[in-house]
């Protein structure tokens, strides 16, 4: 979610947003190989929409990975599908890219003025989207993930929580998980997750915030939940741009419940943003260069299906 610290600067924020909105009026897809399209969905009273991609040589009845893209708060799908740039993973992997329109310019993760309860239903938004999307595609439902940026980050935790028998794994980028989305988690399943934040993030703030953990407690608090040995793996990302004054290393839970995982990218000096991705708002802070995020993303998603955190009795 893009906000600011304790929600007092909100309208800043915005503003940032809109300027960012207009840099990435600049920007020319230049991955675009597959297949773009444009629907509408109706979901109660409200008009829906969302992009989808279609990677290059889908074949209708041959089951494909899905995997849902998040903006966050105050922007809007087409530029985050410019920004991340996930539509070329998709077309050199082999999966169908989504990215909803939020119709009230967020999600409900329960940060900020959103209600977690009676606010809007986005659980209910996005199962019926994704009912749409089975039936009119050959997705394969054991191979459904989400991702998503700030905002749209920090909601797939709410999706990982709520919808664990139908989403296989999640990614939050520069998003954390609100202490409502903790106090109402029961997955049915251990789910995988990883996570990506930069230590310089002054929006989504690293150490937390009023109403959301930090990021190294988003990590603990998974790894917990999926019931992980308390002894991660350190990874150290190759340095490989020293002008973006970033460092990265990967921390791994890799020993959890009946197969799950937990990853945690962690970016020194890294800001508001998505590693590898187009140009962003100066603002936002540094952006690391070391690692493309989508084809991250991707490396850890492929490996779990729905099967992934189940127990061998419970699949019995």
């Not at 310089?200 to 608090?221: N, P």
């Not at 921390?251 to 970016?267: L, P, Q, R």
Request: overall charge positive; glycine content about 8%; aromatic content about 12%.
């Amino acid at each position: 979610m893009i906000m600011w610290r304790k929600f007092e600067g909100m309208k800043t924020v915005q503003l940032i947003c809109i300027k960012m909105s207009c840099i990435m009026l600049f920007f020319v897809s230049g991955y675009a190989k597959g297949t773009q399209e444009e629907h509408t969905m109706q979901f109660g009273e409200e008009k829906t929409t969302y992009l989808l991609h279609l990677p290059k040589g889908y074949i209708q009845g041959k089951a494909y990975s899905l995997v849902v893209n998040f903006h966050g708060l105050g922007s809007a799908a087409i530029k985050h599908q410019h920004y991340c740039q996930l539509d070329a993973v998709a077309d050199k992997e082999g999966f169908i890219a989504v990215y909803p329109q939020s119709y009230h310019q967020g999600w409900n993760a329960g940060l900020g003025f959103t209600s977690y309860i009676q606010g809007h239903d986005d659980i209910a938004y996005f199962n019926a989207l994704l009912d749409t999307l089975e039936a009119a595609y050959s997705i394969d439902k054991n191979r459904i993930y989400v991702t998503g940026v700030s905002l749209g980050g920090s909601f797939t935790y709410r999706i990982a929580c709520e919808m664990s028998k139908r989403i296989a794994a999640i990614a939050s980028v520069s998003g954390l998980m609100s202490d409502s989305t903790l106090i109402y988690c029961t997955p049915e399943r251990s789910v995988p997750v990883m996570h990506i934040h930069g230590t310089k993030d002054h929006i989504m703030r690293y150490t937390g915030m009023k109403q959301a953990f930090g990021a190294e407690e988003v990590v603990r608090l998974w790894a917990l939940k999926d019931q992980c040995e308390n002894k991660p793996d350190t990874v150290f990302v190759p340095n490989t741009s020293k002008k973006d004054h970033t460092s990265s290393i990967l921390i791994k839970y890799t020993h959890c419940a009946n197969g799950s995982e937990v990853w945690f990218y962690k970016i020194y000096n890294g800001g508001h943003t998505w590693p590898g991705a187009a140009k962003a708002f100066k603002l936002m802070g540094r952006k690391s260069k070391d690692f493309n995020g989508s084809q991250a993303i991707w490396d850890f998603f492929e490996t779990f299906t729905l099967q992934t955190g189940v127990s061998m009795q419970t699949r019995k």
